[in-house]
């Protein structure tokens, strides 16, 4: 069972996380073999202010 995780900042359209996994479904399922049935996808939303690179967050960036 392929078991795909993303990680995103939060903040995107549902109609778009649903593209998303949509596709990584397909392409899990093409490039494994594997069945529709058996594949996961987990999308985790991260806050703005729970994102660093640098000792600096992405809410920081923003202002």
């Given at each position: 069972m392929?078991?795909?995780?993303?990680?995103?900042?939060?903040?995107?359209?549902?109609?778009?996380?649903?593209?998303l996994?949509?596709?990584?479904?397909?392409?899990?399922?093409?490039?494994?073999?594997?069945?529709?049935?058996?594949?996961?996808?987990?999308?985790?939303?991260?806050?703005?202010?729970?994102?660093?690179?640098?000792?600096?967050?992405?809410?920081?960036?923003?202002?």
């Open positions: 392929p078991l795909i995780e993303v990680t995103l900042v939060e903040g995107r359209p549902y109609e778009r996380l649903r593209s996994i949509s596709e990584l479904t397909a392409a899990a399922e093409h490039s494994l073999d594997a069945p529709r049935s058996s594949i996961r996808v987990v999308i985790r939303e991260v806050p703005t202010t729970h994102w660093a690179a640098g000792d600096v967050t992405i809410a920081e960036r923003g202002s």
